[in-house]
């Protein structure tokens, strides 16, 4: 049976790295700092500098200038958590499963220093602000301040608090009512 043209694009995304060496976000990577911006001469410029071959080309570039953000996002979400912060991730993986069982409607978006949290618009925020603390912003104007529920202060303008954990047994019922409470107003 003859594969759809979906299909036979997910199997080349499956053996990029195999039959190029480099996984899409690199691949990414290389086409921003090419800074072209042509279909056709990324195409070019992939099989000339690098040696790609015409169908892997093709699928990279249309990628780049489609803004592939899933596969972004992941290397945004690395990055975070890349060297001395790693051990932070399991507080960042637990915060995100909690906030995702609020309802479909919410959005992980990954940036370049943190993760927006968002429904209609952004409710809270998870950024690794140093390698042993983890700061989780949250929109909750009008909300009085307390020992964990601080003023965001110059943490981060897009929010009204802060809460800074520093290890995965701090995400509670407190945190996790805070954040539903702002999703809600979202």
């Known amino acids: 049976m003859a594969k759809t043209p979906q299909q036979m694009a997910e199997a080349m995304r499956g053996n990029l790295q195999e039959k190029t ?14 800074k072209l911006e042509k279909h056709g001469q990324i195409v070019k410029h992939l099989k000339s500098e690098h040696g790609v071959t015409h169908g892997y080309a093709n699928m990279i570039a249309q990628s780049a200038l489609q803004g592939d953000s899933e596969v972004c996002d ?23 499963k909690a906030v995702a069982r609020f309802g479909k409607d919410v959005e992980l978006a990954p940036k370049k220093a943190y993760v927006s949290l968002r429904r209609n618009k952004q409710f809270a925020l998870v950024q690794p602000s140093t390698k042993t603390r983890v700061d989780v ?21 897009m929010v009204s608090h802060r809460v800074r954990i520093t290890k995965k047994s701090e995400i509670d019922k407190e945190l996790i009512g805070w954040l539903r409470a702002a999703y809600e107003r979202a």
């Open 21 to 34: 060496g480099r996984t899409l976000g690199q691949w990414l990577k290389v086409v921003a700092r090419s």
């Open 74 to 96: 992941q290397d945004l979400l690395a990055a975070q958590y890349a060297g001395p912060k790693a051990e932070l991730r399991p507080i960042y993986d637990a915060l995100a």
């Open 137 to 157: 912003g949250i929109n909750l104007k009008g909300v009085a301040t307390g020992d964990r529920l601080e003023a965001s202060g110059s943490f981060n303008a």
